[in-house]
Each structure stands twice: as structure tokens, then as C-alpha cells.
């Protein structure tokens, strides 16, 4: 299966957790920071991911408790310039705002910057 096939299917059977979370981070809802769910990137799909502020979202069950795949796909997203920042499903539905603040723009231990500089390659800025 491709990565986009995959993509395709784990947004259409999300979990309950990826559901929650997403409720924070659709539509510019934490730091007017866009992202989207189920993303391929190179050969990996990242649950949630901005790519004006470089950072992914991992929600993550007990399986991938000392992951050495883990370790492997993180130095990869890391090496593209990417941030990555991992949350336990079980924290996530015990305790939401210690994963996800709105008001302060953070997700786990990142913080999202805000707010975003102007792109002058989409017209914005001078």
C-alpha cells in the first residue's frame, strides 16, 4: 500500500484520541497554525503535521514504548527540519490541556511560534 492509500485509510478509521486532538488543532484553533492529519512524508505517514512551523504530532499507545522503529522515523522528520512531539493516548484523554493550550500555543513541551511571518512567495508581506 502506498503511503497516501494509508494516509487515506487511517483518516477515515481515526481513533478516539486522534479525534480529540484533532478538535485542537483543526482550523487554525492553537496559535493559527494550520495542520493537517494523516500526512505522508517520504516514506512515513505523521498523524498530525504544520508545515509552516515544521512541527509533528505523534499520539502514541504502550506498542510504541521504546519503539527502535520510532527512533529511526524521528531522526528521519528530525533530519527534514522537523520538530516531533510525541503524546501518550492515555494522557491525552486524562488530562487534554497538559497535551494540548489553546491559549499558549503548545503541544506536549513545544510551543507553537506565533504569530506567523508573512510569505512573501503566497503574497503576503512585502
Given amino acids: 500500500?502506498?503511503?497516501?492509500?494509508?494516509?487515506?485509510?487511517?483518516?477515515?478509521?481515526q481513533t478516539d484520541t486522534e479525534a480529540?486532538?484533532?478538535?485542537?488543532?483543526r482550523e487554525r484553533r492553537l496559535g493559527e497554525a494550520k495542520f493537517k492529519r494523516q500526512q505522508p512524508l517520504g516514506k512515513y505517514v505523521v498523524d498530525f503535521v504544520c508545515f509552516e512551523r515544521r512541527l509533528i504530532v505523534e499520539?502514541?499507545?504502550?506498542?510504541?514504548?521504546?519503539s527502535a522503529h520510532d527512533e529511526v522515523r524521528d531522526d528521519w522528520l528530525r533530519a527534514q527540519g522537523f520538530v516531533v512531539e510525541r503524546l501518550w493516548n492515555n494522557e491525552v484523554r486524562q488530562n487534554l490541556p497538559g497535551g494540548v493550550d489553546e491559549d499558549s500555543g503548545k503541544v506536549g513541551g513545544a510551543t507553537i511560534p506565533f504569530p506567523l511571518a508573512p510569505s512573501p512567495s503566497r503574497g503576503e508581506g512585502s
Fill in 1 to 13: 500500500m502506498t503511503p497516501i492509500a494509508f494516509a487515506k485509510t487511517l483518516r477515515a478509521a
Fill in 59 to 66: 499520539l502514541d499507545g504502550g506498542q510504541h514504548n521504546g
Fill in 20 to 25: 480529540t486532538i484533532w478538535q485542537h488543532l
